[in-house]
């Protein structure tokens, strides 16, 4: 099809719109792709409807090609099904809650777990039904606290999810990997720069759960990679390398000292300087006391050890303890402990009161550290694990750094920053057991199936390639989602230049090609050369001055400009496409 | 593309659903295209979205045609563009209204004109940009007091809205033509039986606005067609044809009769036959007083007269008086306007006490009439219109019957039921001006542009076609809708057989045809028969008995079946389709 600059519903902006801060988010904007109605609540306008459009169908596509059925619930949901969940209480201040004319309490859809699994216990009874995997691509409504980026983190916002149920946990493994698979080509066909970050370490019995994060020094998430391997996980899901045990025999007793406020790592070891103590902050241990509650049961007052020139990274503090809660120690709670001596805390306290103690996996046998003694102004020096102390086991909560360890023969890791663009997880019996969901097996018995859980950010996805795709003039599209593949640019005055114009774009489009022609009579060529580049497309074709010589331009966008003849630039534009 | 009925997500049942009153609806649950999932909320399973997004595609396809631009508003949408146009109050109960985590104000959106009008208001700024017209294909929401019927009357449903910007009325009038056409083509690629009703009688100032009734028994609006001619109007639309002026000269002059209890039309009538005068219901004149508040106006109490064999029409009033509101009277307003005798109010005591009266158009000079004489149980016989009362005009109140005289020529009028499936409307300047569009014209002043306002109801359109075409068996969709365009259906156990169904949907669907294949092995062929004539796909394809003697079946639903060799079907499809 041929659209025509002269009547485009479009108004491009030359400067960046005050409340935006990324790239993606001013060059949207600025080139009308969509337009701010309320924070994270945008319009598509009609240059970016046809990219959000582009986007679906290759996602649509992938997710046809691995046997998903499309179907398309409701964003506006009874509360009934969330409150078998509990996710209408869970989801907090993110949930968009209303009530209708009956007062009947509704709510707008942020995930649809419980009505694809609803359906599926409506429609289906027996093990022969399965596998089945369902998905839609709909509209999400979300009420973040901190909407941002334009489209990057919207309060009203697109999303393909998709459910798979199996009856087996080999078939969830079978659909998970489907996923990933199609992901990967969701991804690839869109051109988008991205890796694929393990969700959970798995410490504490989480299931398998991947993120697929785009490179962007612009996102919120922050990932590692390792520097020699395929290898690379959320923050969250990071597996410190263990430390290497030492012997106990012949290392000096545990010592107390008096170290009046040092009641900072910093003071601690500039105290053991003073006193000739060979120490780093590496070598002395922090007591953290948190406390955590499992659902459905009480707090419980917990110690988590981690060496000093660490800080506790509380995202992987609290995805260590997931499901369970974790919370840092209120004034009160150290006044119902008395043996928690605020800046003094020791694993011998804490262990001797009979409070479980976590570690992190550098706190093996044999390693000496410089710690709290369990009463004010002292420390004990060369208290060893596994003699003086021993954990309960191991957590993943000290902060990663660049440069530590990656996993066995991938050298070290680095750190990058990411946007999260697709999640698949294996969810398991979750919702299908919180819903009652009996399906007869092979042998006439009732099993419950397991379910995955795959989500792709679409709409966020239009403003990943912008963020990805974009050079200091404009939006830079691939040309499987570009709103057009072609802009015709006519910058000579003459007649001939206008009808020539006009005859390639309509050949253009009869071989299948979405073509804009700016054909704006008063726009100046620099004007016209502006726009093209702030808009994007793929291949730009200028009839300037050199078309009196019978040639044409044809501009690569962010790449080579070709001066080729007129009657050529057809072939070489389907060559290029 | 092949679907395979023995993965595709889909149980159909023998019963109709509880709920479920009208044909459409049941069938719509039955064959498993949609599910419910609140009052007025539904589901599209795989079947169900196929067909919607069918109906979409002819949409977009002919709103594009007439130069339409696409783009997509929020469903969630700020108070204050609705808080400018008085629509935040005016809406009611009907208006979903929700809160955000900060408290502030929002709506899911009915009805887009503020997003449109003020998108236009940002972008644009000179005549040169005009006209344009813009339109989306969008979920909305409606809290109906009484949601009904499954899809046809949703709280959640998918809507085409278009508006247009000119700068001249004569322009509105050219953008509202080219809906309209556009509008038949899209009914008419579909199948619908429809008409095209004028929608306001144009009586007090109305602008043009027609509706498109699908005809249906099942229909919640009435409306008129004449028996001879190309008019068709709602209800609220029909132009009574006046009555014949009568000469006042000789008509014997006016006598007040004591009317004991007459205050029923039925005892003035029996009244009138005890004491020897010829008259029949039609004879007597109602007069009804009410209370008509203009817009930002004081209540103001209005006569109303119409003939006494006629309702008044509740619709028709309120259409009438539109802008204004009206309302019947209460006790109080009767105890205030003390002139006003209950069940023997007449034109004279309200004129004479400087009440507005309107008349229904039948009541012309000349014509004489029995009616109230403004004191209790007495009337008036012989009251001459032109003589002893005289209306300030004339209104449209009166219940509309078949056999009531059409326009001039056409016969009479047929009272008909539809559902509204499309509504054009020529909007004017009302959401320009509360919104301050100011546009530069030629001259370099400012004007301000005017509005047409165009919707389809496009899932809707999913249930009216099932509504219009099914039979008892179950749905028959046209091919431009179908789910799938053929089904083929293996009831014969040979290997060959199924081996040749496969084969033969695989050529369909390599010449663009959506085939289902029912390759369920266990399944009867009574049963697969009846889930294909549930589903309704346009042709199905019988590999049965006679498939030994290299014979298939083609079965076009809703008609002929067809025996033909194996060999010939694909071509025979082909040609069908």
Known sequence: MITRMSSLFLRTLREDPADAEVPSHKLLVRAGYIRRVAPGVYSWLPLGLRVLRNVETVVREEMNAIGAQELSFPALLPREPYETTNRWTEYGDSLFRLKDRKGADMLLGPTHEEMFTATVKDLYSSYKDFPVTLYQIQTKYRDEERPRAGILRGREFVMKDSYSFDMSDEGLEESYQKHRVAYQRIFDRLGVKYAICAATSGAMGGSASEEFLAISENGEDTFVSATDGDYAANVEAVVTQPGVEKPIDGQPAAVVHETPDAVTIAALVEWAKSVGIQAEAKDTLKCLAVKVRKPGEEWELTGVLLPGDREADMKRLEASFEPAEVALLEPEDFAKYPFLVKGYIGPKGLADNGVTVLADPRVVAGTSWITGADQANHHVVGMVCGRDFTPDGFIEVAEVREGDPAPEGMGTLTLERGIEIGHIFQLGRKYTEAMDVQILDQNGKTAVPTMGSYGIGVSRLVAVLAEQMHDDKGLVWPAEVAPFQVHVAVANKDEAAGKAAEELATALSAAGVEVLIDDRPKVSPGVK?????????????????????????????????????????LAKIQELL
Chains 1, 2 share one sequence.
Do not use: M, N, Q
């Not at 093209?532 to 050199?546: K, M, N």
């Not at 690569?556 to 003849?565: D, F, N």
């Open 529 to 569: 050369f502006k726009d093209a580049e702030l808009l994007g497309t793929p291949f730009a074709v200028i009839l300037g001055r050199s078309f009196a010589d019978g040639k044409v331009e044809i501009r690569v966008r962010g790449g080579e400009t070709l001066e080729i003849a007129y009657d050529e630039a």
